[in-house]
């Protein structure tokens, strides 16, 4: 959530703060569950459609991503690129 939060306050990207909404969301209501159980099979699958609409977003709001496969290179690919790697 920290790094979510820095990547939207440092370079205003929507797809930041979609992400961290949603999260919140998926949490709270888990939170508020008796026991706090797990989402249901319908909640899951919805939560993961969302997921990935917000990847996707970001994937176009963001500059190109740098090939590291193989050769090293003199550029590295932004924090915000570096979360969505791992987010995705």
């Known amino acids: 959530m920290r790094e979510l939060k820095f990547i939207e306050e440092s370079n205003a990207y929507v797809w930041a703060n979609l992400m961290k909404e949603l999260l919140k969301e998926a949490a709270g209501v888990v939170r508020e569950r008796p026991g706090k159980r797990i ?14 609409r917000i990847l996707k977003a970001g994937l176009n709001e963001m500059p ?15 924090d915000a690129q570096n979360l969505w790697l791992r987010l995705k």
């Open 39 to 52: 989402l249901t099979q319908d909640e899951f699958d919805k939560l993961q459609k969302e997921y990935r």
């Open 64 to 78: 190109v991503f740098i090939d590291t496969e193989g050769e090293k290179l003199a550029a590295k690919n932004t």
